[in-house]
């Protein structure tokens, strides 16, 4: 089966063949399959009334165990953000109720994100179905070969420093 990037190499082998594009290959793909699966996820947490990222942070308070709470700094690590777009997070849901601000009982200084009633269960919620979304979307890969991209896709990010 050829798709769009095979295209491309097929390109760059007749126009450089002194250059080899295989890196172009797995490179253009996963750029490919990412805009793909952040536009299905985009839609599926718009149909629950939440945008991805604010998934993404009541999922990280919810599975961070009772009481449901993190550090900003927590946040920005699992996020991937940075301190500013995590505050522009925490005030948006905090508006929304789903998460509060409470001081750190060890810290006085610092303060604590935790998951409100409301925040907890809407993740509770909706779990399962995002789950079974994100099994359809990968549906088309056998069990082994799950585990194998799994794995390699696991050790490509941690030799770039994602760990």
Known sequence: MR????????QWRTERPDID?????IVGRISRLSRVLDRELKEFFAGHGLESWEFDVLAALRRSGSPYELTAGALIRTAMVTSGAITNRIDRLTARGFVERVPDEQDRRSVRVRLTGE??????DILAAHV??????????PADERDHLAGSLRGLLSSLGDT
């Open 3 to 10: 798709d769009a990037v095979d295209e491309i190499l097929a």
């Open 21 to 25: 594009p295989w890196p172009m290959g």
């Open 132 to 141: 079974a979304n994100e099994t359809r979307l990968l549906s088309a890969l």
């Open 119 to 124: 925040g907890r269960a809407l993740v509770d």
